[in-house]
């Protein structure tokens, strides 16, 4: 069965970085989209960056533009979201997707595999 598994959540300050990261298991990713979203209190559950398993592949919310970045290892099973210059709104649960067999990540398709999430809280 696949599983993702995330980590790298916690607490910082506005204008602080953190690196989230997210394992998957149970089977080969390396022909698949990966991405990442999060879900505020109150919210709906939306897209932050997607990356493909071609080389270069990659799109972001505008909110995460020019601030974070995605990547992942060249076997595919390991994505990882930096995200640099944090604001009070990006605190969230954030959540990793994947897409078996998918070029990229559509933000309003995602795929059908979630990890757990990871908390991120912002404080300002």
């Known amino acids: 069965q696949v599983q993702l598994v995330e980590s790298g959540g916690g607490l910082v300050q506005a204008g602080g970085s953190l690196r989230l990261s997210c394992a998957a298991s149970?089977?080969?990713?390396?022909?698949?989209?990966m991405g990442w979203f999060r879900e505020a209190p109150g919210k709906e559950r939306e897209f932050v960056a997607g990356?493909?398993?071609?080389?270069?592949?990659?799109n972001y919310a505008d909110s995460a533009k020019g601030r974070f970045t995605i990547s992942r290892d060249n076997p595919g099973n390991t994505v990882y979201l930096q995200m640099n210059s944090l604001k009070p709104e990006d605190t969230a649960v954030y959540y990793c997707?994947?897409?078996?067999?998918?070029?990229?990540?559509?933000?309003?398709?995602?795929?059908?595999?979630w990890g757990q999430g990871t908390q991120v809280t912002v404080s300002s």
């Open positions: 990356i493909g398993w071609m080389a270069g592949s990659t």
């Open positions: 997707n994947i897409k078996i067999g998918a070029f990229t990540i559509v933000p309003r398709t995602p795929g059908d595999y």
């Open positions: 149970g089977g080969a990713f390396t022909r698949s989209a």
